[in-house]
């Protein structure tokens, strides 16, 4: 079983609902916290007994990953978690900001992280891993295409470069967090509350599960792991590894 004791957990999207749920979630189990957010505002949490939790925030922007690679050498876990949705819009600049929210900066992290984690091995301590909340919108319709578009490419590209990136001989311990829609900014309308959601993927976590769902949609359920296991039968038929690259 996973244990968070002394793990130095860093989460993008610290301010959104589920980033603050989680910190809230990861400090009751001891985990050391790095708030990862794009906001400049403090970020000020407290536990159940309304005492301040201890965390270092960071500022970061979409794009400027590479500024992270220093803080990335102390991290044992990294979620990445921001996201946003933008409804009804289609033009190109939308398209953009979704696409470089959504999937782009998520895969520049995961690639920045397994690279620090190959430079710096720690072999005393536990396989680094990488969270990646990619959401139920990977297989199912979200009523936001822009969302959704975004949220497939995340979802296929960890799907690609977990081939090399995870497993036996990868350098991280991937695991994806596919979710149902729960309460925050980006959907206000959501069914399921971020701190449910949040002990939730914690619970799936600590019992070493690399597919975490949380959704009250059974189809889900069936659906993600027989997608997530027909796309690594795919990439791994139709692509090679590069000799000396990961
Ligand atoms: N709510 C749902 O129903 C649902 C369902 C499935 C999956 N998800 C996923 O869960 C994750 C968390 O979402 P949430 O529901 O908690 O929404 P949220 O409260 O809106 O939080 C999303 C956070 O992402 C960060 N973010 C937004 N725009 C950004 C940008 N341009 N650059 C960098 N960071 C940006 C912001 O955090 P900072 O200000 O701290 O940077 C924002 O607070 C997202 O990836 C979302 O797609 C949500």
Redesign the pocket.
Known sequence: MTNFDSCKVAI????????RALLQALAQQGASLVAL???REPLLLQDSAGTAIPLEQVCW??GQEQELRQLLERVDILVL?????QQQLRSASAMS?ALE??AL?SWRLLELFAEVVQQNPRPQRPKPEVWI?T???EIQPALSPLYELS?RLLGSLVSLRSLDLAGARGPLRIRRLV?????????PI?VMG?KFVANQVIAQARLGIGLIIVTPNPLTYVLMPLNTLARWGYFKLMTRPSPGQL
């Not at 993008?12 to 980033?19: E, F, H, M, Q, V």
């Not at 978690?81 to 949705?85: E, V």
Request: hydrophobic share 25%; with cysteine.
């Open positions: 993008t999207g610290a301010s959104g609902s589920l980033g957010t794009s906001s922007q979409c978690n921001h996201g946003i949705n900001l929210v959504n900066s909340n959401s139920e919108a949220k979710l149902g829609p729960f309460r925050s900014r980006l959907n959501g971020p």
